[in-house]
Structures are given as C-alpha cells and as structure tokens.
C-alpha cells in the first residue's frame, strides 16, 4: 500500500448512504458474524445513526394512520 493511501484525509470525511430497513438489518446480520472487536464500532454507529430517524418516521407513520382513521369516520356512509 502506498503512503498516499495509508494517510489519505478523505479516510474520514463523512458521506450518506440510504439504506431500506431490511437492507440495514441484512448489513447488521453480516457484521454480527465478524469477530465483535471488529464489528462492533460499525454497528454502534449504524444503531446511532438510524435510531433517531426510525423514531421519526414511526412518528410520522402513525401520524399518517390516524389522520385516515379520522376520515374513515367522517366520512358519510352510503
């Protein structure tokens, strides 16, 4: 490996990726197989990552659920 690379200051540059749910857990399912001293750094920081914006979109979700309820109810029947 050459020193440019050993010492390159985009190593840690921050980037984003999306991921579905499914596809999240299928990447924490692999890591869980690799020695824990190895894994574990990533998986806290997927779990830091996507716990504030699962709670949101929970919120979200639910939100959306009782806005339909509330216009199934009102809405006249036939």
Do not use: W
């Amino acid at each position: 490996m050459t020193e440019e690379l050993k010492n390159n200051p985009l190593d840690d540059f921050s980037v984003t990726l999306e991921y579905t749910v499914k596809e999240i857990n299928a990447i924490l399912n692999l890591l869980a197989q690799l020695p824990y001293i190895n894994a574990i750094g990533v998986i806290n920081s997927i779990h830091a990552q996507v716990g504030p914006q699962f709670e949101k979109a929970k919120v979200n979700l639910e939100a959306v659920m009782k806005a339909k309820e509330a216009a199934n109810e009102s809405a006249p029947t036939a």
